[in-house]
Nanobody, 122 residues
């Protein structure tokens, strides 16, 4: 059973930074594409950034230049560095990973983290 555990959220002031972490526990054979999404109250969940095997790093326009996604395959970890935070970045942030959890191509599933709150306010 694979689980994604998140940490690093919190309350910050505009202009400050946060680093979100996400670690996959359980049996992880391979972690393929990974991503971070966010959902603000009353809004739909939206993509923030992703790393895909096909295209590498990719960022949505509203975080481009203020955000860095990274991964550590040895630790089964995904990170999101958020800089120059704005009040409109306030949301619950979710990590997502496409993981092979056993031998064979059928042992593959997309997992979501439980979410971590990021609040940007003066």
């Amino acid at each position: 059973q694979v689980q994604l555990m998140q940490s690093g959220g919190g309350l910050v002031q505009p202009g400050e930074s946060l680093r979100l972490s996400c670690v996959a526990s359980g049996t992880v054979f391979v972690m393929y594409d990974v991503a971070w999404y966010r959902q603000a109250p009353g809004n739909r969940r939206e993509l923030v950034a992703r790393i895909t095997t096909r295209a590498g790093e990719d960022y949505e326009d509203y975080v481009k230049g203020r955000c860095t996604i990274s991964r550590d395959n040895a630790k089964n970890a995904i990170y999101l560095q958020l800089d120059s935070l704005k009040p409109e970045d306030t949301a619950v942030y979710y990590c997502v990973a496409d993981i092979q959890y056993g031998p064979g191509g059928l042992s593959r599933q997309t997992y979501w983290g439980p979410g971590t709150q990021v609040t940007v306010a003066s």
